[in-house]
């Protein structure tokens, strides 16, 4: 089955610790997006990749960072940079960000820093 | 001001009610998206509509391009149609993504 697959579901850290958060799909998809979601707010887009090894900031960007070493893999680094952490995470992939088309979404992870 | 703002913000309906959902959206756009959002957090694309209207068993969403604004509608609604619906517009220019904040439709048996 194809699908996008984030991992692990509920993750819990200490404040100052940075935390890596998983994303693979098989899609064979070139973008990939991270969003966070925050009670009474829409999604807003954190960063998103193309294609393999680039990648852009999107709106709120400070106090994360990403990697995109394999077209199937995205990771997301929470840094201690970033002043409230506790969020829902999203991630994303569509076959080509330049037509922006339908938008394939992971289960979401769950951060909560104590 | 949100570029996409729905309405309303919280729906509870009984079993069997026909339901609309709305948004209106403040920049220019090349595709509309409807998402559903289940208690659990997965998201699940529902329609990409750039005109006209789809239709997708008791779903039908429609869309405006003049007026700026789409509906969603549920017909014969039942409890397993309880979730948040998004909706999520393509800026035509800068290729931009904009997500609305969510209408929670509860369905009563």
């Known amino acids: 089955d194809g699908g996008i697959t984030q991992s692990p579901k509920y993750l819990f850290r200490k404040e100052g610790q940075n935390v890596t958060l998983s994303c693979e799909q098989n899609l064979n998809h070139d973008a990939m997006y991270w969003y966070r979601q925050d009670p009474g707010q829409g999604l807003r887009l954190i960063y998103y990749s193309q294609i393999v090894n680039d990648f852009q900031k999107g709106d709120i960007a400070e106090g994360y960072s990403v990697s995109r070493e394999k077209k199937e893999s995205f990771p997301l680094t929470v840094t201690s940079a970033q002043k409230n952490p506790t969020a829902f995470y999203l991630c994303a992939s569509s076959i080509d960000r330049l037509y922006m088309d339908t938008q394939y979404f992971g289960p979401g992870t769950r951060l909560t820093v104590l | ?109």
């Not at chain 2, 703002?5 to 220019?28: H, K, M």
């Not at chain 2, 289940?38 to 007026?67: C, D, W, Y």
């Not at chain 2, 039942?78 to 931009?96: K, L």
């Open chain 2, 1 to 109: 001001k949100n570029e996409v703002e729905q309405s309303p913000q919280n729906l509870t309906a009984q079993e069997g009610e026909f339901i609309t959902i709305n948004c209106s959206y403040s920049v220019g756009i090349s595709a509309l998206h409807w998402l559903q959002q289940h208690p659990g957090g997965g998201i699940v694309s529902l329609f990409m509509l750039s005109s006209g209207k789809k239709k997708h068993g008791r779903l039908i969403a429609t869309i405006n391009i003049q007026e700026k604004h789409s509906s969603l509608h549920i017909t014969a609604s039942h409890p397993r149609d309880s979730a948040v619906y998004i909706c999520a517009v393509n800026s035509n220019t800068g290729n931009q993504f904009y997500f609305g904040t969510g209408t929670s439709l509860t369905v009563i048996p």
